[in-house]
C-alpha cells in the first residue's frame, strides 16, 4: 500500500534503537499511582492503549530520582521499592509487545516539588528545594541546593535511569523543560547562583550535562537518550527562543534526541498546552529554529493532530520526529489510521481541557470524545454481541452516533433516525466559531464511523411511539 503520509510513517533510528514510525506519545502522567510511588494496573493499561494505537514510542510519566528532595504528582522508581520495578516491568512489557519502543521519562521538580502531590498529608511537612533561595508565588520557601545535594541529585538520575534500563524501557526523556528542576537552573530568571552552576549560559548549562553524562554512563553509549527543553520560557524574564538555541548547542553532544517544548507549567500553561484558541503547532517554530542550529534530530510538540500539517513539518525539515500528547487521547489509533491512509476516521482532540480536570478532581482521567479512556482495564475491544438484534437509534448527535456506531461494531443491525436534515444535534451550533470548528467537525467523523460500521441513518424521519 502506497502511504500517503510517507515522512510520518518512516522509521527513525536513535541510537542503536529503530521506531516504527515518527509518531510519539508524549508523557501524560499517570493515574492510579500509589503514595509509595508504584504504577498501577490502569495507568499501565492507559499506556498500553498508546501503543495499540500504533505510536512509534510511548513516553511514560513522570518519574521521580530523587525521592528525598522531591515528590510531585507522580511516581517514584527506586531499588527500595522492587515493587515498583516489577510494575514498571510489566508497564514496559505492555507497550513492547504492541510494536512501540517504551519510554521512561526521569524528572525534579525542584522549587515546584509537591505542587501536584498524590500524597498530601506528605505535600505539607516536605522542603522545596531549587537553584537559588527564594519564595515561590504561593508563599513556600525555597531552599538552595548545595553543590553536595546537586552531586546527589545528578547521580540519582543515573541511578534511576539503571534501574529503568533493567526494568525494560528502551529510550528515556530527561525533563528539561516546563519550569522543574533542570529548567530552574537552565534559566537566568530561576537560577542566581554565583557558583559554577549559576551565571553564563555554560554555568546554567552545568547541572543538565551533569545529569546527562550520569544517566549516559548508566545506560551506556547506544542506548537513546532524549532531552525536553522548553525552546522559549515565553514570559517576562524568562530564556527566548536565541538562548533557548544556544542551550541546545551545548546539550546536543549529550543526547541523541531533542524534543522542543515550550514555556512552563507555573507561568504559561497556554504555551506549554496550547487550547483552542491557539493555532494547531503553535510551537513548532521553535523546534524548527533550534533545528538550524543542531545535528542531531529534533521532536516538536503543541496542539498537533493534523496529518497534512504533521507530514508537511517533517517533510519540509522543521523537525524529525511528532509529539502528540491530548491528541491520543481523543483517538489513541490516530497513528494506526495514519499508517493506513485512513485519516478521515481521526477523532480530533478539541482541546478542552477535560483530560486535566478531570485529574485533579477525580484522580481519574476522561476525554470528552473517547469514552474509553480511563476505562482502559476494562479492554478496548468492542466483542460481537451472541445475538444479534435490530437496533434503532432516535438523535443523530454525538451521543446518538457513538451509540449507533458501537452497536454496528458490535454486530447488530442499527438504524439511527433523525428528525432534521442534517446530523450533528448540538454540535451544529458550534459551525460558526473557527476556534470550536474541531466540535463541529466531529459529527461528522462519528456519522463517517457509523456509517462505515454499517450503520443506516434516515435523516428528516421522527421517531414516534
Ligand atoms: C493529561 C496530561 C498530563 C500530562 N503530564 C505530563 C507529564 O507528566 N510530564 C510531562 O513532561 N508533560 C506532561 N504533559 C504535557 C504533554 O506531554 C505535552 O507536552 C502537552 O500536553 C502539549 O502537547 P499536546 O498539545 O499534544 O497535548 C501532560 C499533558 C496532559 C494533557
Redo the contacts with the bound molecule.
Sequence with gaps: MERKYSNLCSSITLGRTTFRNRIFS?????TDITNDGCIGPKSTAFYELRAKGGAGAV?V??CMVHPKTDGS??YHLDESILNSLSCATYTADAIRRHGAIPSL?L?HSGMYAGTYMTDKSRQKSMNQWGPSETVREDGVQVRALSKEMIDEIAASYGHVAALAKRAGFEML?I?G??G?LINQFLSGYFNKRTDEYGGSLENRCRFAIQVLMAVREAVGPFFPIEF?MSGSELFEGGYDLDEGCRIAKQIEPYIDLLHV?AGTYQKGFGD???SMFKAHGC?VYLAAEIKKHVKIPVAT?????DPVQMEEIIASGKADVI???????ADPFLPRKIVENREDEIVK?L?C?T??AE?AATAT?RCTVNPLIGRECEGNEVFQASRRKKVLVAGGGPGGLYAAYTAARRGHQVILCEKEEELGGILKSEQALPFKHEMYELAGTYALLARRAGVEIRLNTEVTR
Design positions: 508524549a508523557p501524560m502522567g499517570g513516553t510519566s513522570e504528582h507522580a521519562e524528572s526523556l525533563h523543560g516546563h522543574w525536553r517544548s506549554t498546552h496550547p510551537n510538540i503543541g496542539g498537533l493532530n509529539y502528540m500528547a491530548r491528541a491520543l487521547l482532540c482541546r481541557f483530560c486535566m485529574r482521567r
